[in-house]
């Protein structure tokens, strides 16, 4: 196997051009969504709601215009009624209350949601995280034992706990109350016995939205307590103030962004840009997220989860739940500061991993021609064997699983592509772990080390049964192909309402064919490419020119003294000549006159792609096909709309044909 090819196929997405037109009519008679009239626009925003599944306007305002009234209800969900008269009761009675969490994003901020909403209502909370290398993932017989012992007579996990049969059978053994709320898939042995499952993947649960984050459906239990406990207004606006801290979750676990999920990050990242938690404040700030907008889906997935994950990952991640809860700003910037620095090593030691497993791809000739890579090591760091696993799965476009030993236990996390059902390659083998779980493409699990060799067997095997070389080719989905001169500020805003971007609703994609390299590339610190591009000719103008050049090539080539020199004036010869030099001078910037919108030109940014440039051996003056994605760049100077780009190709040596024409015209002289 070697790495993911660098030929990429374009998958232009198909829709009926009906729907399109009948959606478009109706956003036309909606003022809530109408683009001010322009009906080119309209029928590009109907075009890219179709795709996502919404058919009539009603529909299309909830996704544009999502609002608080259009949260389900809590009680939708199969044991809320339960889990809330024994949270209400609890505090009622003054009873000590334990969350148990994990230590990724999505379980630091579950608890924080939930330890919140229970002290608002006016009950006390303690938590506990485990410590990822001490005590690893899932609910332990030993914490609940000691919690036990301290009088705790509730626990509610978050997060965690749908596989966790060992842990509820103690709890109820010690007379502790087990409320379990979790998004994880249940196992074939169903959910474990407990007070009530929260968990909206659960067999006979038919709460609309099932792909709720862990800290989502904590937000739905905080949010059923505090329609029990508080007043509407109160409730309204700790609504909203929670929806920053569930977006983020929701955004970095990678969740479907559709639904309530929607909701969850429409509201919350509009949010953040009034942001007051102090905790919050010194996060955006460390993380050089600007507050004079909402941040985007991109600027939570890359630069605020990584930071929060850093501390589960590489240390302790109640630091997290510390950084949300503290008032003091001195004290807030401290753990930042410090969140940012472990995310730093993290950094660090995935560089050092995936150095070492290109390594062994180079050396390990059936490593590259494995189906489902299962790649093991000594010494790696337990939290970075995650994100190591997604590294490997976009290198070489395969399921890849990695696992580093710890004695006689080897701990993995495993990452998939689109057409692997990670879980259920897991389930096929279930006998072998100690445990495991997560969800069609993640995973984490563990296993005896002497087990790992039977592990990569049987998932090659497994793989190889299920998936044909058409799985592993890359492929990028189009939404539609646009010339250059659509791209305006007023398509930029209609997209922008279709955000935030995401599992579920990705960043609409569109091609364009034969633009123009205005200019020669550039290649930005060693790896990435910067072009500037306008919009194709069309092939009208095109040929209009060329009739234009053949017409001043015979008026410059015909010598005076032939008969046919008598009927070209002065005056034509001089324009000829003038017009010829001016385009030889600013050939690659010749333009049609005919639109101005054709003049504009773009800066395209292309992301690890030098090497794929140098062999292009692309030169100014030449076309080439693309894909980007449309956004803008908001430097006072510098901004303005960009292209990033997803993939080029050269339909043809543009610059060879213009050096034949020179060649030609050369001659001619």
Known sequence: MCPVSEVMKWL???????????????????????????????????????????????????????????????????????????????????????????????????????????????????????????????????????????????????????????????????????????????GQDGVPKALSVLNPNQAGCEYPCKALCGAGVAFKLAQALMEKRLTERDQSRLLTSFMKVVAIATIADAVPLTGENRVFAKLGLDALRRAVNPGLKALLEVAQVPQTRPPTSTEIAFRIAPRLNAAGRMDVARDVIELFSVKDRARAREIAGRLDQLNGQRQEEERRILEAIESRFEQEPDLRKAHCVVIDGDGWHRGVIGITATRVVERYGRPALVLSHDGDEAHGSGRSIRAFHLLDALESCRDLFTR??????????????????????????????????????????????????????????????????????????????????????????????????????????RAAERDDELSEAAILTTPRCHPDATEIRRSERRTATENRESRTENRELTTPKSNWRQNITFDALGWHMAERLQAAKLLAGDTLDIAFTIGHNDHPEYGGLELSLRDFRVPERNSDIAQRTLQAAATTD
């Open 12 to 186: 232009p997405k198909s829709v009926e051009g009906s729907r399109i037109v009948a959606l478009a009519e109706e956003l036309r008679a909606t003022p809530e969504v109408r683009l001010n009239g322009n009906s080119r626009l309209r029928t590009t925003l109907a075009r890219l709601l179709v795709m996502r599944g919404i058919q009539d306007a009603a529909s299309a305002q909830t996704f544009l215009l999502p609002t608080l009234a259009h949260l389900h209800s809590p009680y939708l969900m199969s044991g809320m009624k339960a889990a809330v008269e024994r949270l209400d009761a609890a505090i009622e009675r003054k009873e000590g209350i334990l969350i148990y969490g994990d230590y990724d994003v999505d379980g630091t901020t579950a608890i924080v949601i939930l330890k919140t909403a229970i002290e608002l209502c006016g009950g006390c909370a303690d938590f506990h995280v485990p410590h990822r290398i001490r005590e690893g993932y899932g609910m332990k017989d030993d914490v609940i034992e000691r919690a036990a012992a301290a009088g705790i007579r509730l626990i509610i996990s978050v997060d965690t706990g749908i596989r966790a049969f060992a842990a509820a059978e103690t709890a109820e053994r010690l007379g502790v109350d087990l409320i379990v709320t979790d998004h994880h898939l249940p």
């Open 436 to 541: 495991y779980g997560g969800h069609s493409h993640a995973v984490g699990f563990s296993l005896p080390s002497a087990r790992v060799p039977e592990l990569r067997a049987h998932l090659d095997q497994y793989a190889r049964l299920r998936l044909t070389p058409a799985d592993f080719e890359p492929a990028l989905d189009l939404d539609a192909e646009i010339n250059l001169d659509e791209v305006t500020p007023e398509l930029f805003q209609a997209l922008e309402r279709l955000e935030p971007f995401g599992q579920g609703n990705p960043e609409p994609i569109f091609s364009a064919s034969a633009v123009r390299l205005m200019a020669p590339p550039k290649i930005l610190k060693d790896k990435h490419v910067k072009l500037k591009v306008a919009a194709a000719i069309p092939q009208a103008t």
